[in-house]
């Protein structure tokens, strides 16, 4: 069973960067697409970044060029580099599986001052 912890969430004005890191138990992580989401207060769930096995990434128009995905297969970890944070990145990031999402982890709060 794999289970899922997201960590590196916090409080940053606008403009500022954070870091977050999604760690995955089990054997799967090097063998598939992982992908960022987020959840804004009263809004569905997003993916944001992806990154295939390969390494290929792909971003939605509302981050690309300010947001980064990464992958440490050796560490089973996932991240995504965060800059120029705007208000509107405020939510709970998480992380899962592109294709067949596994147990979602308890997410990671970002908030976003201006």
């Known amino acids: 069973q794999v289970q899922l912890v997201e960590s590196g969430g916090g409080l940053v004005q606008a403009g500022g960067s954070l870091r977050l890191s999604c760690a995955a138990s089990g054997s799967i992580f090097s063998i598939n697409a992982w992908g960022w989401y987020r959840q804004a207060p009263g809004k569905q769930r997003e993916l944001v970044a992806q990154?295939?096995?390969?390494?290929?990434?792909n971003y939605a128009d509302s981050v690309k060029g300010r947001f980064a995905i990464s992958r440490d297969n050796a560490k089973k970890t996932l991240y995504l580099q965060m800059d120029s944070l705007r208000p509107e990145d405020t939510a709970v990031y998480y992380c899962?599986?592109?294709?067949?999402?596994?147990?979602w982890g308890q997410g990671t709060q970002v908030t976003v001052s201006s």
């Open positions: 990154i295939t096995s390969g390494g290929s990434t």
């Open positions: 899962n599986r592109i294709r067949g999402a596994v147990g």
